[in-house]
């Protein structure tokens, strides 16, 4: 599993959800891999030139 903000503030480890990046969604497994547009622009860069699928 990957340790996320939303998670540490689960686990209380923190007290901000945020995205650490960004600062305007809550930083879940799926944000930091699909829906940050840092996430996003790494995976274009990552990917360019193939086709991915969307889900």
Known sequence: SLLTNSCRVKRGMSFDSTCC?????METTLHVLRDCPY?????????????LMQV
């Open 21 to 25: 990046v960004y600062r305007q969604a």
């Open 39 to 51: 996430a996003q622009e790494v995976w274009n860069k990552t990917c360019r030139g193939t086709t």
